[in-house]
C-alpha cells in the first residue's frame, strides 16, 4: 500500500519511541531521513535495517518528484527527523504537501517532540500557546518580537545553544526582564536542565556557562 508515514523519533532518550513506530520504520520499503548518520544509532538500536535515503532541506526539492513517483508505484515510505517530530522545525512540510496534492496517503504518528514537555515543564499556563519555533536570525527578527510584545498566551520558541544569549538579551528588551522565562535544554538526556526565573537573571546565570544541547525557551503570558 503506497503511504507515506511521518514518524517521530526520541529527542535524546532512545526508549522514547512508540511500539508502533518501531513497527513501521521495519515494515517501510524506505526511510527517508534527515541525517542518515544521526538516524543509525537509532536504527541498529532497534535492529531496524530498512533502506535510508538522505531527505533534508537542502536537497528535498531535488529528490521530492523522486519520491513521489515512488510512492505513486506503490512504495511505502517513512520520513524521520534528527529528533522529534517531522515538519515542526524540520523537514517534512514539502512532502506532505505533494503527497496530499497527488492523492497519496499521508498519516503522523503521535510521539516525542521537543516543545511539549518544555511546555507542561514550565509551570506557565499550557491550555493556550504560540509556538514561534526558530526566530529569524537577522531579518524580520525584532518585527516578529514585536508582533508578540501584547501576545496573552504563553510563547514556545526553539534555539540554538550559540544564539541563546543573543535571544534572551532581545527578549529583555522586547518582554522587560522582569518577564518569568524557562530555559529547557537537554530534555530527556544525561545533562538536562530546566531553569526557571525572570529574563534577567538567566541572561546572568547562562552568561557564566558554557551552553550546549538544543534549547526550548518557554516565555510566560506576563
Do not use: W
Not at 526508549?15 to 513497527?23: G, Q
Not at 491550555?127 to 527578527?141: A, I, S, T
Not at 556557562?209 to 503570558?221: D, F, M, T, W
Amino acid at each position: 500500500m503506497n503511504k507515506l508515514y511521518l514518524v517521530p523519533t526520541p529527542i535524546g532518550n532512545l526508549e522514547d519511541i512508540t511500539l508502533r513506530a518501531i513497527r513501521i520504520l521495519k515494515e517501510a520499503d524506505l526511510i527517508l531521513a534527515e541525517d542518515t548518520r544521526t538516524s543509525k544509532p537509532l536504527l541498529n538500536y532497534y535492529d531496524i535495517k530498512t533502506p535510508l535515503l538522505a531527505h533534508h532541506q537542502f536537497n528535498e526539492h531535488q529528490t521530492l518528484d523522486n519520491i513521489i513517483n515512488r510512492l505513486q508505484s506503490g512504495s511505502t515510505i517513512a520520513l524521520i527527523t534528527d529528533a522529534g517530530t517531522p515538519s515542526i522545525s524540520d523537514p517534512g512540510f514539502l512532502l506532505t504537501r505533494a503527497c496530499i496534492s497527488n492523492g497519496i496517503s499521508v498519516e503522523c504518528l503521535p510521539g516525542a517532540t521537543a516543545f511539549v514537555p518544555a511546555l507542561v515543564d514550565s509551570g506557565f499556563p499550557c491550555d493556550r500557546f504560540v509556538f514561534e519555533g526558530f526566530l529569524p536570525h537577522k531579518k524580520g527578527r525584532q518585527s516578529r518580537l514585536e508582533s508578540l510584545k501584547d501576545e496573552k498566551r504563553t510563547i514556545v520558541f526553539y534555539e540554538s545553544p550559540h544564539r541563546l544569549l543573543k535571544t534572551l538579551t532581545d527578549l529583555n528588551a522586547t518582554f522587560g526582564g522582569d518577564r518569568q522565562c524557562c530555559i529547557c535544554r537537554e530534555l530527556s538526556k544525561h545533562f538536562e536542565e530546566v531553569k526557571r526565573d525572570s529574563i534577567n537573571n538567566l541572561i546572568q546565570y547562562y552568561s557564566q556557562r558554557n551552553i550546549k544541547g538544543e534549547i526550548v525557551i518557554v516565555l510566560s503570558a506576563d
